[in-house]
């Protein structure tokens, strides 16, 4: 067999030295590719950072610095300063409450004082702060304590233990430091909350706590059959004396007026949405007091009906009409016994307590579509507010132990039967 010839030796190095040269400088490329890919991450980290703090810039423009607190514009950046910034803006307009009341005890009559919290709505010298902050009460023994260690009397102008809400004011004199109001409709979960107020008791006077929007239209019972609807819920720390505070957004404007927690678990804090304050707030500086407006009906909510006379009303939400007084805006309008009110102006009613609630929102002589059913068909018609009369409006409560005094008497033709 021929066998192939053998090469020149010199021919094999000559060989071997391309190769090793290729793959030298194979791993020269690689380095080089490695080191390229390195810097330009770091670079892009550099460029993201730069484009964070643009987005952050765009969306919260540099605002102007005031000398008083309730000037300060804030431009919080970073959510490790929101608290400090709505504190600069806001502390000197949060007030202490001390209230001194006269109760009968076994050792006889003796003096109870309370504590709670304000804010101030107005420099002329409107303070906001719960109902039940100044329940049961001397309105003489009602004192204001202000941020430079003042104190003055303030007079209840307005309260509401429905809405667990109370205007107060002291004289006139001092230029005092107002809150700005947000819209409590515009805020969303997730956001920033921050709460001043008092913590058990004075002591702990102006502490702040921050934390974030936790949920909306929320409900709580007071434990007597009644509650408050439509609460902001937050995660910002409340306690006992921290009642009728503000709850401030991230540009220290009042969203809120701290007014219940959930003793039983963490984190659970409820405000009342400032926007439920604002009629009542607006009508009270301008008159010296508030004038709830009426429908003249007695309703109850359809659940409540329906487990009294046996009925499907094919209606779970809104108010039924149990009854109605002569001469009353409901009766101008055409309302009759049995009607379920279903809509006032743009607002759906959910019950009773909402149809309460949204009635605040009204003056004597405004106008307003109001919906409701009757034989399963829906009605508008076009109400007039009257001024509310002594027992003129009556709200039945939904407990299921109804004492049958409260409901009248239908005849059986009346539900179809």
């Known amino acids: 067999m021929d066998q192939e010839p053998l090469r020149d030796r010199d021919y094999y190095d000559q060989q071997a030295r391309v ?3 290729n793959k030298k400088n194979k791993r020269k490329q690689r380095r080089k590719m490695v080191t390229l890919a390195l810097v330009c991450s770091l670079l892009g980290g550099v460029v993201g950072s730069v484009l964070t703090n643009q987005f952050n810039v765009s969306q919260t423009p540099m605002g102007n610095s005031g000398k008083a607190g309730q000037n300060i514009q804030i431009n919080a950046q970073e959510d490790s300063s929101i608290g400090q910034a709505v504190a600069a803006k806001a502390m000197d307009s949060v007030v202490g409450i001390t209230t001194e009341s006269v109760q009968n005890t076994f050792f006889g009559p003796m003096a109870v004082k309370g504590s709670g ?3 101030i709505v107005d420099k002329k010298g409107y303070i906001v702060t719960n109902a039940h902050v100044v329940a049961n009460r001397n309105k003489k023994t009602v004192t204001t304590l202000f941020n430079d260690g003042s104190q003055e009397e303030a007079q209840v102008l307005w309260e509401d ?4 809400l109370a205007i107060l004011k002291v004289k006139e004199g001092k ?7 947000g819209d409590s409709d515009k805020i969303a979960i997730g956001e920033p909350a921050i709460a001043i107020g008092n913590p058990l008791g004075l002591d702990l006077q102006r502490s702040v706590t921050k934390g974030i929007i936790s949920g909306l239209n929320r409900s709580v019972g007071s434990g007597e059959g009644t509650y408050i609807d439509g609460l902001i819920q937050t995660d910002a720390s409340i306690n006992e004396g921290n009642s009728g505070g503000p709850l401030f957004n991230s540009r220290g404007q009042v969203i809120g007026i701290n007014t219940a927690k959930i003793s039983s678990a963490e984190g659970l804090g409820f405000s009342i949405p400032i926007n439920t304050l604002k009629p009542i707030l607006d009508q009270v500086i301008q008159t010296g007091s508030f004038k709830t407006v009426s429908l003249g009906v007695v309703v109850a909510n359809p659940q409540a009906v329906e487990e009294r006379y046996n009925v499907n009303l094919n209606n779970k939400n809104g ?3 149990m ?3 002569p001469g009353s805006a409901a009766g101008k309008a055409g309302l009759k016994q049995g009607d379920i009110i279903v809509k006032l102006g743009e607002k759906e009613i959910k019950d009773t307590n909402s149809l309460k609630k949204l009635m605040y929102s ?4 405004d106008k307003t579509k109001l919906h409701y059913i009757r034989n399963d068909k829906e ?3 076009e109400v007039t507010f009257q001024e509310t009369a002594k027992n003129n409006t009556v709200f039945k409560k939904e407990s299921q132990n109804q004492d049958q005094g409260q409901f009248p008497s239908f005849p059986g033709s009346f539900f179809g039967q």
């Open 319 to 321: 108010a039924f009409v």
């Open 362 to 365: 009204y003056k004597v002589g």
């Open 117 to 119: 919290s304000g804010f």
């Open 161 to 164: 233990s429905n809405l667990d």
């Open 19 to 21: 190769y090793r040269e």
């Open 175 to 181: 230029n005092l430091p107002s809150v700005d109001l």
């Open 323 to 325: 009854d109605i007084y």
């Open 379 to 381: 009605y508008e018609v």
